[in-house]
């Protein structure tokens, strides 16, 4: 099956600017960017089991497009014909397609983190992120502060005012573990925030690690798995933000206590 084939199939479109949702006049960078938007959601390692064969080839397919409209060459081609190259399309399929999309981006530095958090804590970002987080948790304040970027217990108070606001304004239902939340269910979930804190300073200390460069290479691969879900929002928005073409890669991953860590892979 070929690669227009194949957009129609996942994407039902076989047009390659509809399948990235942008339009023919779309620069470079906003191709990279809606690439690299549309592959977060089905990259292969971010979704369930069953949906992992499925996603792997969306994946591919993304990617192919991808690297037909970033090609000066094979873009101008397909703007004229309206076609690709399937011979082209076979030697790209057998191209490791995480290998590339990890290439895409820049390195992510704690700096970008730390401005990034400073920029999304109050920011409209973060509201429609905690209505979002309440609703698919009924209200559960340990399943929000898992989902919702930054939400340690220092931002709690302000974090379930807003909710509240919401919830008067009628734009979300209440829920009684959110407005009557048991003294002890809060309780164990911020022994666990500064038991995971805790831990991570008695990784790094252990190890001889410091806060910066490569030397936290070594504590994210310890630490990386555990943490991965509550981060996988973080990075995304950090990377559509930052990213840019770079001979490194970089995953990141860290817990709310700021304690993060950070993974460095080189081309």
């Known amino acids: 099956m070929g690669l227009l084939e194949l957009c129609e199939k996942y994407f039902n479109t076989n047009n390659l600017y509809e399948v990235l949702q942008i339009s023919e006049k779309s620069s470079d960078k906003e191709v990279k960017k809606a690439y690299h938007k549309l592959s977060l959601k089905v990259h292969p390692d971010r979704v369930k089991d069953e949906e992992k064969l499925e996603a792997t080839e969306k994946f591919k397919v993304l990617s192919n497009v991808h690297a037909i409209l970033s090609n000066k060459e094979k873009r101008d081609l397909y703007d004229q014909?309206?076609?690709?190259?399937?011979?082209?399309?076979d030697?790209?399929?057998?191209?490791?397609?995480?290998?590339y999309w990890r290439n895409m981006f820049k390195k992510i530095t704690e700096e970008d983190i730390k401005a990034?958090?400073?920029e999304y804590i109050g920011s409209e970002e973060e509201r429609k992120d905690l209505k979002t987080a309440y609703l698919?948790?009924?209200g559960d304040m340990d399943y929000i502060v898992d989902q919702v970027q930054f939400a340690r217990s220092e931002h709690e108070p302000r974090i379930c005012g807003i909710l509240?606001?919401?919830?008067?304004?009628?734009?979300?239902?209440?829920?009684k573990i959110f407005t009557h939340e048991p003294a002890r269910k809060k309780q164990k979930r911020h022994a666990k925030e500064n038991r995971e804190?805790?831990?991570a300073e008695e990784l790094k200390e252990s190890l001889g690690l410091t806060a910066g460069g490569d030397s936290l290479?070594?504590?994210?691969?310890?630490?990386?798995?555990?943490?991965?879900?509550?981060?996988?929002?973080?990075?995304?928005?950090?990377?559509?933000?930052y990213g840019g073409k770079s001979k490194a890669t970089k995953r990141k991953a860290g817990s709310k206590s700021e304690a993060g860590v950070k993974n460095?892979?080189?081309?």
Do not use: F, H
Request: hydrophobic share 30%; proline share 1%.
């Open 164 to 175: 509240m606001e919401m919830i008067e304004q009628g734009e979300i239902p209440s829920y």
């Open 116 to 118: 990034y958090e400073k």
């Open 217 to 241: 290479e070594v504590m994210i691969q310890k630490r990386q798995n555990d943490r991965k879900k509550q981060m996988n929002s973080l990075i995304d928005n950090l990377a559509a933000k």
């Open 81 to 89: 014909t309206k076609s690709v190259d399937e011979e082209d399309y």
């Open 264 to 267: 460095k892979r080189k081309k």
């Open 136 to 138: 698919a948790g009924k």
């Open 91 to 99: 030697d790209l399929n057998a191209k490791d397609w995480t290998v």
């Open 197 to 199: 804190a805790q831990e």
